[in-house]
């Protein structure tokens, strides 16, 4: 009758164990809802022209960088069709030339 008793006690340990980690990817899950909201590039990139980041010619790698610091991960292959309609609209502007772009209000 022990190894029963020993048996049912361990199980109460595991479903314990179990409900406390049920209850903490819960908390988890909404607050990963919660921040996962995504700023289109578009909207950043505006945003960063608006606290003068481009005062100063930056390069993608900058820009990338600057976006991350802020808390948006991008890819470079991503950002370059965004940053290609930031220049067609006129709220950024490129210099240089081709393979070494500056980009700046």
Known sequence: MSDIDDINKVLQKHEKRISDLEKKLQVTSKLRRHYTK?????????????????DKPKSLSEIIKEMGRRGHNYKRTSLTQTIQRAIRQQTIHRKGKRGSWQYGS
């Open 38 to 54: 995504k700023i289109s590039a578009m909207i950043l990139l505006t945003e960063m022209k608006k606290s003068r980041f481009f």
